[in-house]
């Protein structure tokens, strides 16, 4: 299977490298030539342009920032015109479910099928092969990717039909916000009523009150950390928001917003509930793709 990748980014560039390095044949296009240059040293080849892409390769994968986009890759620049019958399309990034659903409309149309593939976890997760992929749409074409997911995922989850994956992976990142807003207030308070958040923070860590968020926070106490962070929570909020249905809104929105104020809290440097260790200093955790 000839695999097309658009989107080598900090999550997206350790998923292709896996695909590389797992033997498939790989195709790549960016609009940067030289985001290209270490995967054509692993034996990647180049296509001219997205259609050319399309064309040439069975699964297409797009791990881009958003609907806008994946919108322009697919439609504007003839990427669905160029399909070949039975080929693949997974979308890697997170869109709305709304999205998903009309393009695989015009992907069928095409007698090709379409995938939302939405993952969770860091590009160190990807490259240690223990990526969550969510996946949506026909069983059987989801089966014909697995040998390429699992290059760089350790959990694979078929979550129902084209949009499903998408809106669990909006589930998913909602529910990171509220937790990460949830730590914060939790060690706050501990210094309140006269707890080291650091001692609180390592209870929590294996206490009943544990969660991601909790290992998390100690790396969001660096202001560029958080506010990467909070740049791809934002956007994605903001998608989870629109897709529930209205009358759920009143009881995440607010939630969700005291995860994001928190975070606003970290960028600015004025809060400071932990120690920042040197050596944490170079990773960004991603939620997928920002």
Known sequence: MRVGF????????????????AGFPV???????SAIERFVARGAGVAADPAALASACELVCL???????VRELLIDRGMIAALRKRSLVAIHSTISPKTCVELARMVSARGATLLDMPVSGSGHA??????????????????????????????????????????????NNLMAVVNIGQAFHALALGRKVGVEPAALRQALMVGTGRSFAIDLIARLHVPKRAHHVRGVLVKDVDLAIEAMPADERAYWRPLAQAGLDALEQLISGGVTLLPVKEEEHGEYVVYGTA
């Open 6 to 21: 658009i989107g080598l980014g900090d999550q997206g560039g350790p998923m292709a490298r896996m695909i590389v390095d």
């Open 27 to 33: 195709t790549l296009w960016a609009r940067r030539a």
């Open 63 to 69: 791990c881009v920032t958003g609907d806008a986009d």
């Open 126 to 171: 990807a490259l240690a092969r223990k990526l969550l992929v969510m996946t949506g749409g026909d069983a059987g074409a989801i089966a014909r990717t697995m040998p390429v997911l699992e290059s760089y995922a350790g959990t694979i989850i078929r979550m129902g039909d084209v949009g499903a994956a998408m809106n669990a992976k909006l589930v």
